[in-house]
């Protein structure tokens, strides 16, 4: 189908849960707290409004994936997968640890080696196994009607590039 993306098995987190500081709603006083460095940015000088307090359009989720992307270059990567038939970005967040961010695509390199057998041998698995690190995926927004995992995904994506 034309406009198809196809997501390679290196993806590595594009991110579904809300871990923010400061939440009013009672049912998000059951996550856990980060401590954050004093000099953090907040979401609301990017995003015009905090967390739960207004739902982002797909341009200021855009915009806050790059703002992550540049704030924290250590830790987050942005990956333009595609575009939308709206020609919208098709954003993917890789959040990790410096030194995994640092040899992503040598990472992304062994994860589609281990993904087809054909790539890697018998005696070879155990160590390329090794030196891959666990990857994770979390889809925010599959559904274009369904807001809150965007501002999950995004809320996490803070979450992971900046708390300490």
Do not use: N
Not at 11 to 16: I, K, M, W, Y
Not at 61 to 83: D, K, T
Not at 86 to 107: F, K, Q, T
């Amino acid at each position: 189908m034309e406009g198809d993306v196809s997501v390679k098995p290196w993806a590595v987190a594009a991110l579904t849960l809300v871990l923010a500081r400061g939440l009013s709603a009672s049912f998000f006083d059951v996550l856990p707290t980060a401590a954050f460095p004093a000099d953090t940015p907040r979401v609301a000088t990017v995003l015009g409004h905090g967390w739960g307090e207004d739902v982002s359009d797909p341009e200021q989720v855009a915009a806050y994936a790059r703002f992550l992307a540049g704030a924290a270059p250590a830790r987050v990567r942005l990956i333009e997968l595609g575009r939308s038939q709206e020609g919208r970005p098709l954003l993917m967040l890789a959040v990790s640890a410096a030194e995994h961010i640092s040899r992503l695509e040598a990472i992304r390199a062994d994860l589609d080696r281990l993904a087809d057998p054909r790539r890697v041998r018998d005696a070879e698995v155990d160590t390329v196994v090794s030196k891959v690190p666990v990857v994770v995926w979390i889809g925010g927004s599959v559904h274009g009607d369904e807001p809150s995992g965007g501002e999950a995904a995004l809320a996490l994506a803070h979450l992971l590039a900046f708390a300490d």
